[in-house]
């Protein structure tokens, strides 16, 4: 639960309109990994990591991307600089549980949670992000400034990796210390400072956007358009000038475009795949071999399955009334029966077996589970 904070006026008030500054939304927040651990992470392969530098060699932003050599670390100055880390809900689960903390939004815009470690005066520079994000004060104290004011396209620093704004004005400021968090909707300047090494979570969200949808929807439906679709006018009557395209052609290829859009079933089936895979790696899912007996007995045994945090999935009704249910870009044949269970596993990603045990007493929704376990999509956890 975060602390000070009503959801309904949040998401009346503040989502996507307006930045709001949540004091002690954690109180007395401890957070989950130290300085060194994230030093540590940002050394291996499997993460994104990156180290923005102040003023480093007369550059006046510059960004070294991950991984690093562990020497680095000890080569870096007291000050001005921040190590970001991302995706930091896929390796810990106590971060996939913070993240589930917003989850007044649907999972499905979510991102992921960045860390970002700053030393004295550290800071990663004023820009703007095309997406909402919550920046929870995890440890020590950081001032953000930010502006609603819009930013000129040549008021970016020139060459600059980060977008960084040249000329930036505060139009409010705050001091945020541990467990405090500051929420910003897309297009917000803003620029954090630490004011002494400080750890920040950046909790994102995603939006697809309108070149994305588009591009992903044609590509998904292309392959079914034949070639004989054609073009055509048996209607055609002579025309004075054969060089105009006349405003009739004009609505008949206007037409032809938006009847492709017009199937709501071949929409709903290519958004929950669209939506589901993004940033998912199936190969690294650990494939097991249960039989629903085996299953249910170790189930039992742990107490708890958590579904693994890089697999994203959602449902959706379709017009029909018809549950569907996507996993990684995948739409999943469900199994009679099985809608609370794909519900549940959609909605909550801890499930706890004492509250699932009279659902599970159903052949079918046993079996869906045991299937989704041998898949890989969740795991006994018993913390
Ligand atoms: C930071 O925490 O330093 C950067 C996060 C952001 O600006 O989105
Ligand atoms: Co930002």
């Not at 800071?123 to 819009?150: C, N, T």
């Amino acid at each position: 639960m975060i602390d000070n904070f009503d959801i309904t006026d949040f998401l009346k008030n503040y989502w996507q309109k307006k930045p709001l500054l949540i004091r002690s939304a954690f109180p007395d927040y401890q957070p989950p990994i130290s300085a060194e651990e994230l030093a540590g992470l940002a050394c291996e392969d499997f993460i994104e990591s990156r180290i923005i530098q102040e003023n480093k060699s007369g550059i006046k932003w510059s960004l070294e991307n991950g991984p690093f050599r562990e020497s680095r670390f000890s080569t870096l100055p007291e000050s001005h600089w921040t190590l970001l880390i991302q995706g930091l809900n896929k390796v810990f689960p106590e971060f996939d549980d913070l993240l589930h903390q917003f989850n007044f939004i649907p999972s499905w815009r979510v991102d992921d949670l960045m860390a970002s470690y700053a030393a004295p005066e550290g800071s990663v520079g004023p820009h703007l992000d095309q997406y909402d994000v919550f920046l929870l004060q995890a440890s020590g104290r950081r001032k953000w400034m930010i502006s609603e004011q819009p930013v000129d396209e040549d008021n970016f620093e020139a060459d600059s990796p980060l977008k960084i704004i040249k000329h930036f004005t505060a139009e409010l400021e705050w001091i945020l210390e541990a467990g405090d968090m500051l929420y910003l909707p897309p297009n917000v300047s803003h620029y954090g400072i630490g004011l002494e090494n400080c750890m920040t979570f950046s909790i994102g969200f995603r939006a697809p956007s309108h070149a994305e949808l588009l591009s992903s929807y044609v590509d998904d439906h292309i392959s079914e358009l034949t070639d004989n679709l054609r073009y055509n006018d048996p209607d055609l009557s002579g025309q004075q000038n054969p060089g105009e395209i006349t405003s009739d052609a004009i609505s008949k290829v206007q037409e032809i475009l938006l009847s492709q859009f017009k199937d709501r079933t071949r929409l709903e089936n290519w958004y929950g795949r669209f939506i589901t895979d993004y940033l998912t790696n199936d190969e690294n899912l650990e494939e097991n071999e249960l039989t629903p007996i085996e299953f249910i007995n170790s189930y039992k045994e742990s107490g708890r399955l958590r579904r693994i945090a890089s697999v994203r999935v959602n449902y959706l009704y379709d017009q029909n009334g018809h549950l569907s249910l996507f996993i990684n870009g995948t739409k999943y044949t469900l199994k009679p029966d099985t809608n609370e269970m794909a519900k549940l596993f959609c909605n909550q990603h801890i499930y706890v077996y004492e509250e699932l045990k009279t659902l599970l007493d159903d052949e079918n929704t046993l079996a869906f589970l045991c299937e989704l376990f041998n898949a890989g999509y969740i795991e006994f956890s018993d913390e």
